[in-house]
C-alpha cells in the first residue's frame, strides 16, 4: 500500500485504464464522475467514489485529470483549487492549451499547490498495459513526487521543462502523427494507382526505410472511416499547434494532415 492518497477524474477511453493502474498499484484512491454509470466498473475494485469534486480535493494527495478539453479542465480546476491541500498537486493528463496549463499553475501556486503538464502518449492499449509515455512540464520536485503514481502506468516519463513544455511537445507529436498518416494515405493511393496490391506493399514498407508508426496504422485500417473519433481528436491538437505557433513548420505539417483528416471529417453530402 503506497502512502499517497489519490484521485481522477475524467474516466474515458484514456483515464479509466490509467485510473485502474493507478488502483491495481495499490495507491488509496478516490474517483469522482458526473454519470454514475461510469463509476460502476470500480465498484468491486479498492476505489472509492468522491461525492463531489470538492469532497476528492479535500480528500487527495494526487489528483489526475484526463477530461476532453481545455473548458473541461478549467472547470475541474476551479471546483477542486477551493478545496485541496497545500503541498498536494494535480496532473493534467488532457492535451490542452500549453497557455491554459500555465494559468492554471499559477492560480495553484498562490494556494501552495503544484500543477504538473502531464499529457500521455500510448492510448487506451498503452494505459492498460501501463506502457504510456508522459510528457511532462513541471518543476523537479513535483515532479519526483509524481513519479511513483505515473509509474504505475507508465514506462518512459520524459521531463521537458517547466509547465507548459509537456503540452508543447504533445502537440508537435500528435500533429506530427497526423502529418505522418495523411503521407501514408497518400503513399498507400499512390501505390493503388500503379497497380500494387496493398498487403504486399504494407508488408514491404514495414520492412523498409519508409516504415513508421503511422503508416502501420494507416494500412491496418480497412476504411478510413473508422478512425473517425481519432480524426478528431488529432484535427483539435493540429488546431492547437496551429495557434500556439505561426510558423512555416507548422504549416507543412498541418498542410500534410489536412487532406486524410478532411476526407475522414468532411460532411457528408
Not at 117 to 128: E, I, M, W
Amino acid at each position: 500500500m503506497h502512502h499517497i492518497t489519490t484521485g481522477f477524474v475524467g474516466l474515458g477511453s484514456q483515464g479509466a485504464p490509467m485510473a485502474q493502474r493507478m488502483i491495481d498499484a495499490g495507491f488509496p484512491t478516490w474517483l469522482w464522475a458526473r454519470r454514475p454509470e461510469t463509476l460502476e466498473p470500480y465498484a468491486q475494485t479498492a476505489a472509492r467514489t468522491a461525492t463531489s469534486l470538492a469532497e476528492l480535493g479535500a480528500l487527495c494527495d494526487h489528483i489526475g485529470i484526463c477530461v476532453v478539453d481545455d473548458a473541461g479542465v478549467k472547470q475541474t480546476c476551479e471546483a477542486l483549487l477551493p478545496a485541496m491541500r497545500p503541498g498536494s498537486r494535480v496532473a493534467i493528463h488532457s492535451t490542452i492549451l500549453p497557455a491554459t496549463c500555465i494559468a492554471l499553475a499559477r492560480q495553484f501556486a498562490e494556494r501552495g499547490i503544484a500543477l504538473i503538464d502531464a499529457p500521455v502518449s500510448g492510448g487506451a492499449p498503452g494505459a492498460t498495459a501501463g506502457t504510456l509515455t508522459v510528457m511532462v512540464g513541471a518543476t523537479a520536485e513535483a515532479l519526483e513526487a509524481a513519479r511513483p503514481v505515473f509509474a504505475s502506468f507508465a514506462r518512459l516519463i520524459i521531463h521537458l521543462g517547466p509547465v507548459g513544455a509537456g503540452q508543447h511537445a504533445k502537440l508537435i507529436n500528435n500533429t506530427l502523427m497526423a502529418a505522418n498518416l495523411g503521407l501514408a494515405d497518400a503513399a498507400i493511393t499512390a501505390a493503388a494507382a500503379l497497380g500494387i496490391e496493398r498487403t504486399a506493399l504494407a508488408e514491404l514498407i514495414r520492412q523498409s526505410s519508409g516504415a513508421s508508426f503511422a503508416f502501420d496504422v494507416r494500412a491496418r485500417m480497412p476504411d478510413v472511416a473508422g478512425f473517425t473519433h481519432g480524426a478528431r481528436l488529432l484535427q483539435k491538437d493540429v488546431g492547437l499547434l496551429c495557434a500556439v505557433l505561426d510558423d512555416p513548420a507548422v504549416a507543412l505539417l498541418r498542410d500534410a494532415a489536412a487532406p486524410l483528416l478532411d476526407k475522414i471529417l468532411r460532411p457528408l453530402p
